[in-house]
T-cell receptor, first 115, second 116 residues
Framework: DGGITQSPKYLFRKEGQNVTLSCEQNLNHDAMYWYRQDPGQGLRLIYYSQIVNDFQKGDIAEGYSVSREKKESFPLTVTSAQKNPTAFYLC??????????????FGAGTRLSVL | AQKITQTQPGMFVQEKEAVTLDCTYDTSDQSYGLFWYKQPSSGEMIFLIYQGSYDEQNATEGRYSLNFQKARKSANLVISASQLGDSAMYFCAMREGSGGYNKLIFGAGTRLAVHP
């Protein structure tokens, strides 16, 4: 089945530790996104990538880093500089073709907590 | 600034009845898109329906329809014949422009509970 796979489902971070969240898609989408969701709130954009080897900061990029070495993969690293990392993280991808409605499709998310 | 407002933190509906979830938006762009997503307790965001700013007809997808009133800047979601499985958080989102990176701006969401 085509879709977006995020792993792990739950992740715990110790003080001063960097952790990496995985996002893989087999939809052949060019664009990929990372969002953060805090309790009772909507999603906020962390980073996005339109194409391999290119990515841009979103609204809340501080304390996060990404890479886009393959079309299928867009991992997110939560660094020790992110002082409040506890949140639900969602990855999305989008077909950038001319006839696409620019709909973003989401993975099942990773819930990150601080020990 | 661009903004999505969902004024209903929670809604209740009886099974098999219709329910309307409100969404208003603010943008100065002429070209934009409006989306509704469903988020069950599992967390995944499920795309429901899309309305482009230039679309003349209201969008429909099965039991979902979008009541688009451009002059009032509202894009309400109507769910007909509610089912128990419709219980979830519902988010309205807006995409600005027709190009670029297609950033989505989300509202705070409405929690819908369907009662038997």
């Amino acid at each position: 089945d085509g879709g977006i796979t995020q792993s792990p489902k739950y992740l715990f971070r110790k003080e001063g530790q960097n952790v990496t969240l995985s996002c893989e898609q087999n939809l052949n989408h060019d664009a990929m996104y990372w969002y953060r969701q805090d309790p009772g709130q909507g999603l906020r954009l962390i980073y996005y990538s339109q194409i391999v080897n290119d990515f841009q900061k979103g609204d809340i990029a501080e304390g996060y880093s990404v890479s886009r070495e393959k079309k299928e993969s867009f991992p997110l690293t939560v660094t020790s500089a992110q002082k409040n990392p506890t949140a639900f993280y969602l990855c999305a991808s989008r077909n950038t073709g001319n006839r696409a409605k620019n709909i973003q499709y989401f993975g099942a998310g990773t819930r990150l907590s601080v020990l | 600034a661009q903004k999505i407002t969902q004024t209903q933190p929670g809604m209740f509906v009886q099974e098999k009845e219709a329910v309307t979830l409100d969404c208003t938006y603010d943008t100065s762009d002429q070209s934009y898109g409006l989306f509704w997503y469903k988020q069950p307790s599992s967390g995944e965001m499920i795309f429901l329906i899309y309305q482009g700013s230039y679309d003349e007809q209201n969008a429909t997808e099965g039991r979902y329809s979008l009541n688009f009133q451009k002059a009032r800047k509202s894009a309400n979601l109507v769910i007909s014949a509610s089912q128990l499985g419709d219980s979830a958080m519902y988010f309205c989102a807006m995409r600005e422009g027709s190009g670029g990176y297609n950033k989505l701006i989300f509202g705070a969401g409405t929690r819908l509970a369907v009662h038997p």
